[in-house]
């Protein structure tokens, strides 16, 4: 049962701009700790952004300054803005949730998961 569902992903060039949205009904997985990571051919996954419940946010040192972790609680809706992608930035996007504390992305790994969107940046 996919309790989270990612959408928004594509292909742009180099420099482009994407919003990926997550929704995640009732939050039933938990509204604590919400966030996103990517994963590479080849690579591990890695944490891009977490927004904890009080809205306080963080970014991996790769995407500091060009990318946005958001909500909209009243649709159970998590975004994230890309601006200025890279083609570094190729990935499968996934989000995931969890009433976790400390929230942080090793802690957020243990929670649930979406099936992911691909993000290829040429």
């Known amino acids: 049962h996919v309790q989270l569902v990612e959408s928004g992903g594509g292909s742009v060039q180099a420099g482009g701009a994407l919003r990926l949205s997550c929704a995640h009904p009732g939050y039933t997985c938990g509204s604590y700790c919400m966030g996103w990571f990517r994963q590479a051919p080849g690579k591990e996954r890695e944490g891009v952004a977490i927004i904890v419940e009080d809205g306080k946010t963080e970014y991996s040192d790769s995407v500091k300054g060009r990318f946005a972790i958001s909500q909209n609680n009243d649709k159970y809706i998590l975004y994230l803005q890309m601006n200025t992608l890279q083609p570094d930035d190729t990935a499968t996007y996934y989000c995931?949730?969890?009433?976790?504390?400390?929230?942080?992305?090793?802690?957020?790994?243990?929670?649930?998961w979406g099936r992911g969107t691909q993000v290829t940046v040429s």
């Open positions: 995931a949730a969890h009433n976790v504390y400390p929230c942080d992305f090793e802690g957020l790994k243990s929670g649930c």
